[in-house]
């Protein structure tokens, strides 16, 4: 049963910087893509950032492009989002996602990290 636990959330002021993590276990994931995913408050969940799993050029939402940057460490299996110049409307609930079919939709979740922008 794969399990995905994400870590690295907290406060941050605007302009600051976060790295998530997001750690697989239970089965290696390294051929598969992963994705970061975030629910503003009073919002549908939005996507983030996906990697492949062979690697290859990653996807960004409009709203992160050229701020936050998806990795994985297939060796750790072990996915990160850096955040860098952080906004009041970044605050969110962040999950991180796994698509174990290739045709089909991202199926295994985590449980979610809390980021919060504010001075």
């Known amino acids: 049963q794969v399990q995905l636990v994400e870590s690295g959330g907290g406060l941050v002021q605007p302009g600051g910087s976060l790295r998530l993590s997001c750690a697989a276990s239970?089965?290696?994931?390294?051929?598969?893509?992963m994705g970061w995913f975030r629910q503003r408050p009073g919002k549908e969940r939005e996507f983030v950032a996906t990697?492949?799993?062979?690697?290859?050029?990653?996807s960004y939402g409009d709203s992160v492009k050229g701020r936050f940057t998806i990795s994985r460490d297939n060796a750790k299996n072990t996915v990160y989002l850096q955040m860098n110049s952080l906004k009041p409307e970044d605050t969110a609930v962040y999950y991180c996602?796994?698509?174990?079919?290739?045709?089909?939709?991202?199926?295994?979740w985590g449980q979610g990290t809390q980021v919060t922008v504010s001075s």
């Open positions: 996602a796994a698509k174990t079919n290739p045709v089909g939709p991202y199926n295994k």
């Open positions: 990697i492949r799993g062979s690697g290859g050029i990653p």
């Open positions: 239970g089965r290696t994931l390294n051929n598969y893509p």
